[in-house]
């Protein structure tokens, strides 16, 4: 069964840093492009990025490229989304998703990780 | 970058009656890279349609997608409780996804 499995909600403050994790399973991992999409509080979904583990390619919309970093942990199928100096408007659920094998759409998500971030 | 514009915002609607959502892009997008997401509250999304009219796996038939181009349209033939939901049309294109700002479907 393909799981995605992401880290617990966060409260910080602005100006911290911070990493959330993705948890892979039941698939390859090297093999599928991992992506984050962000949702903030009753808002659509935006695409942030996404990374190929088996070379660690990454690829970032342009709105959030330099805002993030995505990497990935083959070894233990884990993908990361990692802010360094957080802001009050970077609150909001961030969910890890697989895209398809052929086609360029997410077939599964993860449950999300809320962030919050206040002073 | 494409942008995908939903309509309508809101569609007040009753238990098995027919829903049609539209997703408007801005420029052509390929029909293979396009996609609809449904999403319920306090929940992710979950794949519906993929290559604009493919089920995804343990989609209800009564939900279908077509279209192609600029147009692409989600047909849920008869309304059941669990469908009552917020709907995402998706593309890639140009290395870029950009999602749809989302129709809700909700109990008139």
């Given amino acids: 069964e393909v799981q995605l499995v992401q880290s617990g909600a966060e409260v910080k403050k602005p100006g911290e840093s911070l990493t959330i994790s993705c948890e892979a399973s039941g698939f390859s991992f090297f093999n599928y492009w991992i992506g984050w999409v962000r949702q903030m509080p009753g808002r659509g979904l935006e695409w942030m990025g996404v990374i190929y583990p088996r070379d660690s390619e990454t690829r970032y919309s342009p709105s959030f490229q330099g805002q993030v970093i995505i990497s990935a942990d083959t070894s233990i199928t884990t993908a990361y989304l990692k802010w360094s100096s957080l802001k009050a408007s970077d609150t909001a659920i961030y969910y890890c998703v697989r895209r398809h094998g052929y086609s360029y759409v997410f077939d599964y998500w993860g449950q999300g990780s809320l962030v919050t971030v206040s002073s | ?108």
């Fill in chain 2, 1 to 108: 970058e494409i942008v995908l514009t939903q309509s309508p915002g809101t569609l007040p609607l009753s238990q098995g009656e027919r829903a049609t959502l539209s997703c408007r892009a801005s420029q052509n997008v390929s029909r293979s890279n396009f996609a609809w997401y449904q999403q319920k509250p306090g929940q992710a999304p979950r794949l519906l349609i993929f290559g604009a009219s493919n089920r995804a796996t343990g989609i209800p038939d009564r939900f279908s997608g077509s279209g192609s181009g600029t147009d692409f349209t989600l047909t849920i033939s008869r309304l059941e409780p669990e469908d009552f939901a917020v709907y995402y049309c998706q593309q890639y294109g140009s290395s870029s996804w950009t999602f749809g700002q989302g129709t809700k479907v909700e109990i008139k």
